[in-house]
């Protein structure tokens, strides 16, 4: 599956993502885009989820337009220590994703 990780995100979360390709939104280019047009940039280049904390992109409406869905991760803060914990969630869940779909992993 092709996963890109979010700028709120520590990029060392990959380690967490074995078996599958992923990018960073620095490694492809794309810091700083506004999400709805890094939704329609990752359509166009593969992506298939979006892993990210930032709680508001679940209202995006370019996400179900893109055919992207999103794995927000809900934790204290995005440091890596708290990250962690919920990755093995966030993997289980990969199989089951749908296009503009919107995970929350607690």
């Not at 890094?38 to 055919?67: P, W």
């Amino acid at each position: 599956m092709r996963i890109l990780l979010d700028e709120c995100v520590p990029r060392r979360l990959r380690r967490e993502l074995a078996g599958h390709d992923v990018w960073t939104v620095t490694e492809m280019g794309w810091s700083g885009k506004k999400n709805g047009e890094l939704l329609t940039l990752m359509a166009a280049q593969g992506f298939e989820v979006l892993l990210t904390s930032d709680q508001n992109l679940r209202h995006q409406q370019n996400r179900k337009a893109a055919g992207v869905a999103v794995v927000v991760l809900v934790a204290a803060s995005n440091r890596l220590a708290n990250l962690v914990p919920l990755m093995a969630s966030a993997r289980a869940s990969l199989g089951s994703l749908r296009p503009g779909a919107v995970v929350e992993i607690t």
